[in-house]
């Protein structure tokens, strides 16, 4: 086992090789490729850098050394790379939050949860490379290496609790899901639809609305075909209780404007604005917003999953059971009606990207990790 001197890890050099052993028996390399932060920019391609020969990273007491087989793509990527969640983390930095892959290496304390071979998926800076460092509490145990399970991280998480916590769902109440055939919309269509909801969900083609339908969607709204500001007032005149928005822009405009007496609104995100240089698409009705909201007695309400860590765990714990019981859909979008074809290695991440960002995914876009021929010594 891994050594631990006053907190740090120590190697006895006589037990090198035995000490990094993954679980079929080939040595951890000392080197891996990673994506990387080089510079600030909205665009991804400008921001970040794929880098070979660098040294595979060493985990610490309470952390794990994945080797990662899938990597899950973001709209927030862009964000992060754009430096607009931490502005105190300068370039050059790690980027990708979520992977799944087999444990290879441990520190002593995460060893008492986990063991080398292990599968787990976690959430985590850095996963955008082959092998990351996760700390033990960001990694959850899963039954194999797939994909499906990675989506419940950050899309499955992100609906599960700020519909729990913010939703205030209950029978009858018709909720309103935007890009509802993306990685999380897909999620929330269903779990409002688990509370007995009445669920309307937007999408931009009719493929989209045909998967949105087979989830139990009530009425899927192509926004290509059909104006949904039109659609909304002409079928829920009373308005709607809840709407999960991610889009921002126009279409948070027309949800603002939708909202029933009472009526919720949860911004979880507002992709459509990221790649600009402010990251944001003016809202034309700003300035109303206050009376709104106060002739409706309506609320909004922002959702970022790092201020509920403390729930992830168990979330996780929930979203696993309902798919391992065939209780939850979790589809998985890994690029293979893409221009390119599937999404394999870490420099197809930088089309993985711009296949979300023209709208083209339908599910939660995956990135394969192949094992690599010089990840064996």
């Given at each position: 086992?891994?050594?631990?001197?006053?907190?740090?890890?120590?190697?006895?050099?006589?037990?090198?090789?035995?000490?990094?052993?993954?679980?079929?028996?080939?040595?951890?390399?000392?080197?891996?490729?990673?994506?990387?932060?080089?510079?600030?920019?909205?665009?991804?391609?400008?921001?970040?850098?794929?880098?070979?020969?660098?040294?595979?990273?060493?985990?610490?007491?309470?952390?794990?050394?994945?080797?990662?087989?899938?990597v899950g793509v973001n709209a927030s990527d862009i964000n992060y790379s754009a430096g607009r969640y931490d502005p105190s983390v300068q370039p050059p930095f790690n980027v990708g939050f979520e992977g799944l892959g087999e444990v290879v290496a441990l520190g002593l304390s995460a060893s008492t949860s986990?063991?080398?071979?292990?599968?787990?998926?976690?959430?985590?800076?850095?996963?955008?490379?082959?092998?990351?460092?996760?700390?033990?509490?960001?990694?959850?145990?899963?039954?194999?290496?797939?994909?499906?399970?990675?989506?419940?991280?950050?899309?499955?998480?992100?609906?599960?609790?700020?519909?729990?916590?913010?939703?205030?769902?209950?029978?009858?109440?018709?909720?309103?899901?935007?890009?509802?055939?993306?990685?999380?919309?897909?999620?929330?269509?269903?779990?409002?639809?688990?509370?007995?909801?009445?669920?309307?969900?937007?999408?931009?083609?009719?493929?989209?609305?045909?998967?949105?339908?087979?989830?139990?969607?009530?009425?899927?709204?192509?926004?290509?075909?059909?104006?949904?500001?039109?659609?909304?007032?002409?079928e829920y005149p009373t308005g709607v209780d809840v709407v999960y928005e991610s889009v921002g822009g126009a279409l948070f405009d027309v949800a603002v404007g939708a909202l029933a007496t009472k009526g919720r609104l949860i911004v979880i995100g507002f992709i459509s604005g990221y790649q600009s240089p402010?990251?944001?698409?003016?809202?034309?009705?700003?300035?109303?917003?206050?009376?709104?909201?106060?002739?409706?007695?309506?609320?909004?309400?922002?959702?970022?999953?790092?201020?509920?860590?403390?729930?992830?765990?168990?979330?996780?714990?929930?979203?696993?059971?309902?798919?391992?019981?065939?209780?939850?859909?979790?589809?998985?979008?890994?690029?293979?009606?893409?221009?390119?074809?599937?999404?394999?290695?870490?420099?197809?991440?930088?089309?993985?990207?711009?296949?979300?960002?023209?709208?083209?995914?339908?599910?939660?876009?995956?990135?394969?990790?192949?094992?690599?021929?010089?990840?064996?010594?």
């Amino acid at each position: 086992m891994l050594r631990l001197v006053r907190g740090v890890r120590a190697i006895v050099d006589m037990s090198y090789a035995r000490h990094f052993l993954d679980f079929q028996g080939s040595a951890i390399p000392r080197t891996m490729q990673k994506l990387v932060a080089t510079q600030l920019s909205p665009s991804f391609r400008e921001a970040v850098t794929l880098l070979r020969d660098c040294p595979v990273p060493l985990p610490g007491d309470g952390d794990l050394l994945v080797r990662n087989r899938f990597v899950g793509v973001n709209a927030s990527d862009i964000n992060y790379s754009a430096g607009r969640y931490d502005p105190s983390v300068q370039p050059p930095f790690n980027v990708g939050f979520e992977g799944l892959g087999e444990v290879v290496a441990l520190g002593l304390s995460a060893s008492t949860s986990f063991a080398v071979g292990q599968p787990v998926a976690y959430m985590a800076p850095g996963s955008f490379a082959e092998y990351t460092v996760v700390p033990a509490s960001m990694a959850t145990a899963v039954p194999s290496v797939r994909p499906e399970y990675l989506t419940l991280l950050v899309s499955g998480a992100t609906a599960y609790i700020s519909l729990k916590e913010l939703g205030a769902l209950s029978p009858g109440k018709k909720v309103l899901v935007t890009a509802a055939a993306g990685g999380t919309g897909q999620f929330a269509v269903q779990l409002a639809k688990r509370a007995q909801c009445h669920v309307i969900g937007t999408c931009s083609s009719d493929e989209k609305a045909s998967f949105l339908r087979s989830l139990g969607c009530d009425r899927p709204i192509n926004y290509n075909a059909e104006p949904v500001a039109s659609v909304l007032k002409r079928e829920y005149p009373t308005g709607v209780d809840v709407v999960y928005e991610s889009v921002g822009g126009a279409l948070f405009d027309v949800a603002v404007g939708a909202l029933a007496t009472k009526g919720r609104l949860i911004v979880i995100g507002f992709i459509s604005g990221y790649q600009s240089p402010s990251g944001l698409v003016p809202v034309k009705k700003a300035g109303m917003l206050p009376v709104t909201l106060l002739r409706k007695s309506a609320s909004i309400h922002g959702f970022f999953l790092n201020h509920y860590l403390s729930q992830f765990q168990a979330s996780m714990g929930h979203l696993l059971k309902m798919l391992d019981s065939g209780e939850l859909v979790c589809k998985v979008d890994l690029g293979e009606l893409s221009p390119g074809g599937r999404f394999v290695g870490l420099d197809s991440v930088f089309r993985a990207v711009d296949y979300m960002y023209l709208g083209r995914n339908s599910g939660k876009i995956v990135v394969e990790l192949p094992h690599s021929v010089h990840s064996k010594l």
